[in-house]
């Protein structure tokens, strides 16, 4: 295939792409992320962002962010061990480790660069010792794509490294592959699971992984992106909705979602794993950190967390608020506690025109479907916030109802 042939073949799938409505369009939004957004000149609720608790565009966080453009600058040019580092990275590291139960914390530019950093960082290695050994990662069949990939680079880099599938959520399933390698002789065994399952806002049963790990002598790595400061009483994510919070060997997450809203990621864990991660990860190594004012627009969002917890509670008002209506109003919706809630249609063509319509009547929501969810199970993925109002809420449910009428989704 020469280069004409393979920019045509490439147009052909975006032709196509469009002409089964799966195509994925942006949509520019004239203004600052919120419960409620800008388009095309009108205000619309906005329900397909992440900004669980309202803190991108939340004062305290915008102006620490403005106070260390001015005292540190708008990025580091390098990275850390080479060009050198900056106390607030060093204070974010030590607060969102205890923030989420463990000993200490790595930064990554991005949750998808930490995850790849942690399974290839510790499981490419040797330790010295002689060839012939072999580690395995037991992984739920739902995690995210960056843990897939995490562990498909892992496996690439590390001729020795092993992967076994188990059944979304099902504790069962997973012991039965554990005992099935129980006298194999692996030198690690990591099981990995998504704290909260972003495409149906599903819990992982964490207290029964815990038990599993400890029993089989596992490492047991969550990825908390989708719930640090969203879920549990303080906002401390699955762990502490579930209590096992501070029993977890290996947390993940991002800065990107409820704490602030930008960018970035981490690793907590041992101090140990963590220090060698920091001397081995080739994505910390090779790349640039987090810039100041995002470090110090986090930091105000974890101050804002903790010091009112009020924050998190509205969110979960909001949430049961949008659940009962949208599920009164005759929708199908995966059932939950979350405030991301999945509205059933089927196929992707109906997710689509329902998206568009909706946008027309002031709601900002997106289709899901295959290969991000299962065929046949294509979606709205809402996402509830605390900076919507009830009003907001309730207007919301009176679009989805005018238009869910309109296409014959409901009666």
Same mark, same amino acid.
């Given at each position: 295939?020469?280069?004409?042939?393979?920019?045509?073949?490439?147009?052909?799938?975006?032709?196509?792409?469009?002409?089964?409505?799966?195509?994925?369009?942006?949509?520019?939004?004239?203004?600052?992320?919120?419960?409620?957004?800008?388009?095309?000149?009108?205000?619309?609720?906005?329900?397909?962002? &992440?900004?669980?608790?309202?803190?991108? &565009?939340?004062?305290?966080?915008?102006?620490?962010?403005?106070?260390?453009?001015?005292?540190?600058?708008?990025?580091?040019?390098?990275?850390?061990?080479?060009?050198? +580092?900056?106390?607030?990275?060093?204070?974010?590291?030590?607060?969102?480790?205890? #923030?989420?139960?463990?000993? %200490?914390? /790595?930064?990554?530019?991005?949750?998808?660069?930490?995850?790849?950093?942690?399974? %290839?960082?510790?499981?490419?290695?040797?330790?010295?010792?002689?060839?012939?050994?072999?580690?395995?990662?037991?992984?739920?069949?739902?995690?995210?794509?960056?843990?897939?990939?995490?562990?498909?680079?892992?496996?690439?880099?590390?001729?020795?490294?092993?992967?076994?599938?188990?059944? &979304?959520?099902?504790?069962?399933?997973? @012991?039965?592959?554990?005992?099935?390698?129980?006298?194999?002789?692996?030198?690690?065994?990591?099981?990995?699971?998504?704290?909260?399952?972003?495409?149906?806002?599903?819990?992982?049963?964490?207290?029964?992984?815990?038990?599993?790990?400890?029993?089989?002598?596992?490492?047991?790595?969550?990825?908390?992106?989708?719930?640090?400061?969203?879920?549990?009483? +303080?906002?401390?994510?699955?762990?502490?909705?579930?209590?096992?919070?501070?029993? /977890?060997?290996?947390?993940?997450?991002?800065?990107?979602?409820?704490?602030?809203?930008?960018?970035?990621?981490?690793?907590?864990?041992?101090?140990?794993?963590?220090? #060698?991660?920091?001397?081995?990860?080739?994505?910390? +190594?090779?790349?640039?950190?987090?810039?100041?004012?995002?470090?110090?627009?986090?930091?105000?969002?974890?101050?804002?967390?903790?010091?009112?917890? %009020?924050?998190?509670?509205?969110? @979960?008002?909001?949430?049961?608020? #949008?659940?009962?209506?949208?599920?009164?109003?005759?929708?199908?919706?995966?059932?939950?506690?979350?405030?991301?809630?999945?509205?059933?249609?089927?196929?992707?063509?109906?997710?689509?025109?329902?998206?568009?319509?909706?946008?027309?009547?002031?709601?900002?929501?997106?289709?899901?479907?295959?290969?991000?969810?299962?065929?046949?199970? %294509?979606?709205?993925?809402?996402?509830?916030?605390?900076?919507?109002?009830?009003?907001?809420?309730?207007?919301?449910?009176?679009?989805?109802?005018?238009?869910?009428?309109?296409?014959?989704?409901?009666?």
């Amino acid at each position: 295939m020469n280069l004409s042939q393979l920019y045509t073949v490439l147009q052909g799938q975006l032709d196509q792409f469009t002409e089964q409505q799966t195509y994925k369009y942006e949509v520019p939004l004239e203004g600052e992320q919120g419960g409620r957004v800008k388009v095309g000149g009108r205000g619309e609720i906005m329900l397909a962002s &992440n900004n669980y608790l309202g803190l991108a &565009n939340h004062a305290a966080v915008k102006e620490a962010a403005r106070r260390a453009l001015d005292e540190w600058g708008f990025g580091m040019s390098s990275v850390r061990f080479i060009c050198g +580092t900056q106390p607030i990275h060093l204070e974010l590291e030590k607060r969102i480790a205890a #923030f989420v139960g463990c000993e %200490a914390a /790595i930064l990554h530019g991005s949750c998808f660069a930490a995850n790849e950093a942690f399974f %290839a960082g510790l499981l490419a290695n040797d330790f010295g010792q002689t060839p012939g050994f072999e580690d395995v990662i037991y992984s739920d069949q739902y995690n995210h794509a960056s843990i897939i990939d995490g562990v498909r680079l892992c496996r690439g880099i590390a001729k020795h490294a092993v992967s076994r599938v188990y059944r &979304n959520r099902d504790a069962g399933h997973l @012991r039965t592959l554990l005992e099935e390698d129980r006298d194999k002789g692996y030198r690690i065994r990591v099981i990995a699971t998504d704290g909260v399952f972003s495409m149906e806002g599903h819990l992982a049963p964490l207290p029964e992984l815990v038990a599993l790990a400890r029993e089989f002598d596992a490492l047991l790595f969550v990825d908390e992106s989708h719930a640090s400061g969203v879920i549990g009483q +303080t906002g401390r994510g699955t762990p502490e909705e579930l209590g096992v919070h501070g029993s /977890i060997d290996v947390v993940t997450g991002t800065f990107g979602k409820a704490l602030g809203g930008a960018s970035g990621g981490f690793i907590a864990g041992r101090r140990e794993l963590i220090e #060698f991660l920091r001397q081995k990860s080739r994505p910390y +190594t090779f790349s640039n950190t987090m810039p100041p004012a995002v470090v110090a627009g986090s930091l105000a969002a974890i101050d804002l967390i903790e010091n009112d917890p %009020a924050i998190v509670a509205r969110l @979960r008002e909001n949430t049961l608020h #949008f659940r009962s209506g949208i599920a009164g109003a005759g929708f199908t919706i995966l059932e939950g506690h979350h405030p991301i809630v999945p509205v059933m249609l089927g196929e992707a063509a109906l997710a689509q025109q329902m998206s568009r319509e909706l946008l027309a009547e002031g709601v900002y929501v997106k289709g899901l479907w295959y290969p991000v969810v299962p065929k046949g199970e %294509a979606r709205l993925r809402v996402q509830i916030s605390a900076a919507h109002t009830s009003s907001d809420i309730d207007e919301a449910i009176g679009g989805f109802t005018r238009v869910g009428n309109r296409l014959g989704v409901i009666q």
